[in-house]
Every structure is written in structure tokens, then in C-alpha cells.
């Protein structure tokens, strides 16, 4: 099974700037994109960012473009979500994920607090 193990969550200023880790082991495989999701208090979870193994191609929603960067490093099986200049509304529960076959979200890993304070 795919485990992912996520790190880097914490309080921050606005303006101020975390990066996040998700280290994935197991069945992972090139060809499945692996992605971040946040959950901010009262509301459903949303995509954020997502990137592919083989070339680097990245996705974002619009609210974090500019912002937000996602990549990853190969060889250690581990995607990074930088962010910077952020905001207040950007709090939230923020959850490392993985596609499989089907090209559905079905691995996530434990979820971790980003707070942005005023």
C-alpha cells in the first residue's frame, strides 16, 4: 500500500512563508500525480497543487497561483509545497495526496495544521 508521511506544518505571520514535505513509499509508480489539499475550518476540503513524477508538469488553483509552488524530488520520493506571501485565509488542515490507477485520490497522508496569523 502507498504510505504518505507529511511534515512541515506550523504558525506563521502574514507575508511569511512554510514549506511543506510528503514522503511517499510503497506502490508508487511515475505515472500517478501526487497532490496537496486543504480543509480550512467550516468548509469542505479543496485542491490546491498537483504535480507529475515524470516531467514536472504542475497544477494549481487559482487562489494560490503566483504564491504556492509545487515540486518534487525523485529520488527521495518526496513533494514539497513552498508557500509564500501568505494570508490569513490560507489557514487550514493541508493533506499530501496520491492518485492511482484510476486517476482517483485514494492515498492521503495524516493532514498537517498551516496557521496564518494577522
Known amino acids: 500500500q502507498v504510505q504518505l508521511v507529511e511534515s512541515g506544518g506550523g504558525l506563521v505571520q502574514a507575508g511569511g512563508s512554510l514549506r511543506l514535505s510528503c514522503a511517499a513509499s510503497?506502490?508508487?509508480?511515475?505515472?500517478?500525480?501526487m497532490g496537496w489539499f486543504r480543509q480550512a475550518p467550516g468548509k469542505e476540503r479543496e485542491f490546491v497543487a498537483a504535480v507529475t513524477w515524470s516531467t514536472g508538469y504542475t497544477v494549481y488553483t487559482d487562489s494560490v497561483k503566483g504564491r504556492f509552488t509545487i515540486s518534487r524530488d525523485n529520488a527521495k520520493n518526496t513533494v514539497y509545497l513552498q508557500m509564500s506571501s501568505l494570508k490569513p485565509e490560507d489557514t487550514a488542515v493541508y493533506y499530501c495526496a496520491a492518485q492511482d490507477s484510476r486517476s482517483r485520490w485514494n492515498y492521503w497522508g495524516q493532514g498537517t495544521q498551516v496557521t496564518v496569523s494577522s
Open positions: 510503497g506502490r508508487i509508480f511515475s505515472s500517478y500525480p
